[in-house]
């Protein structure tokens, strides 16, 4: 399928991979980037002399084009910024705030910008400040999440900016990727299917939990901390969302609880006190498959569809 986002990223497929903080590490990014998307490393809160290693063997995997995303609330998000112009790297994604300081530095180094937006107002501010596309992301998806739903996000979106706009939320096959581009979509970010592929490197135990969720196994914790995420509903995220509900956890003592947890959740695997951060469409994904089985799957079951 070829699209706008194709054309600018120079990849086979529209469909990237999520930023997914603890997660997207250079194998899984390589892996998908190689199966003709757009892989990504992401930034998270992590270290600059980490990130630089892991920029450094994704080049060594893959001569692909592959992406890095900077999650914005990080302390080391200006310097992340300064790395991917001193990589190379070809794309940056943006989430957890707004990128428009970094824009025309970005540019001038010849980086494609696609910010994350859980907003229209803020789909127009990037096109204004040179975005070349945003991702337009509804509240089905894991991790740090906006309020609008796809469905309803999308279309108000690629009515708002003339720039291409990629849907995230609650996309994990061809349906979700065709019902995308009937909503004006030109390419799809996907998170919660790149968890359960064979590339990711994450806990045997966080895998397991993405295969053996249902349709109501996610949950969103932490509204009243002004950073709302959505989980795996475990014992421990019930545990946050219920002291949350009832006042009997502070807006401190959640924080004090939730620090490190996504490490213990991705490196531990540690249900008692880890995060483990997924989108609400993980009740349908049952199997691990490779990403370039679940990259061509995805691409060519919309196809399909799209033509009918
Ligand atoms: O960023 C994400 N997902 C994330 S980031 C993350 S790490 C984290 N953990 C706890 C709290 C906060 C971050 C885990 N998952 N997705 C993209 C996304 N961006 N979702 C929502 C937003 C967003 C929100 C507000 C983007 C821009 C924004 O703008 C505010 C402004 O400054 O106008």
Redesign the pocket.
Known sequence: MKTRITELLGCEYPIIQ????WVAENTLASAVSNAGGIGLIAG??APIDYLREQIRLCKEKTNKPFGV?I???SPNADDLAQLVIDEGVKVVT?????PGKYIAAWKEAGVKVI?????V??AK?MEKSGADAV?A?GTE??????ENTTMCLVPQVVDAVQIPVIA?GGIADGRGMAASFMLGAEGVQIGTRFLASEECQIHPVFKDLVIKAKDTDSVVT?RY?G?P?RNVKTKFAKKLAAGEKDGTLSPDEFEKL?VGA?RRAVVEGDVESGSF?CGAIAGMINEVKTCAEIVKEINDGAEKLLKL
């Open positions: 999520g930023g997914m903080a998270g809160n995303n999650m914005l609330m943006t989430g957890a705030g707004n910010p994350v937006v859980p907003s107002a803020l501010r991702i992301e998806s894991g991790g740090h999440i906006g995230a932490g901390t950073h995420c939730t996504l951060l």
